[in-house]
């Protein structure tokens, strides 16, 4: 515990300082409980997007076990462009939101590929754009559990460093405060006596 002033402008500051402190908690154990129902959500929607990519990758693995042909959809046909994304704000924390993404043009020899290639492509592309889309929402997760962290190291501080010590503080001050006064009443009636005396 620092050392503090014993003096009324010191516990007017403690005072003060209390007040803020009680009155900004309720505040950030909301906001600590927001951040983890969104963490919470958000996770599911991960848990959602992952299932939806396997159930189309194994979909797409036995549609093209049926043709028994390999058509080279090694990654070289079809490329990401970009991502599209926007900035979103969960509890104060902007996070990225996935739009979309695009995607070159697919280009082959039609003679040299089988018709149903462009099939392939569009699933491959679904199954490329759930994948895009999970890792935004790893990135959400990463940029909430950071916040969630301060938050909580912010409630912590809060509640079981500065407001027992302010309280502390304020309670020092006013036990010396109410000696000091105590002492100057006796000084007083002593200097009275000691002037009727004479």
Do not use: C
């Amino acid at each position: 515990m620092a050392k503090i002033k014993l003096t009324k402008n010191e516990q007017k500051k403690q005072t003060d300082a209390q007040k803020m402190f009680t009155r900004n908690l309720p505040t950030l154990m909301l906001k600590k409980r927001q951040l983890q129902m969104e963490i919470r959500k958000v996770e599911i929607r991960e848990k959602e997007v992952r299932a939806r990519q396997v159930h189309l990758e194994e979909d797409f693995q036995k549609w093209i076990a049926v043709f028994g042909e390999d058509i080279g959809l090694d990654g070289q046909l079809l490329k990401v462009k970009s991502i599209r994304t926007h900035q979103g704000n969960i509890a104060g924390v902007p996070i990225p939101v996935f739009d979309g993404a695009d995607f070159y043009p697919v280009s082959y020899d039609l003679f040299e590929k089988p018709l149903w290639v462009d099939k392939a492509v569009e699933q491959l592309q679904k199954v490329m754009l759930l994948d895009l889309e999970y890792r935004v929402l790893e990135e959400q997760v990463r940029l909430l559990h950071k916040e969630l962290v301060t938050t909580t190291q912010r409630v912590n501080l809060f509640e079981k460093i500065k407001i027992p010590d302010t309280n502390a503080n304020i309670k020092k001050i006013a036990v010396y405060l109410g000696d000091q006064q105590t002492a100057a009443v006796v000084r007083g009636k002593i200097a009275k006596g000691k002037l009727k005396v004479s």
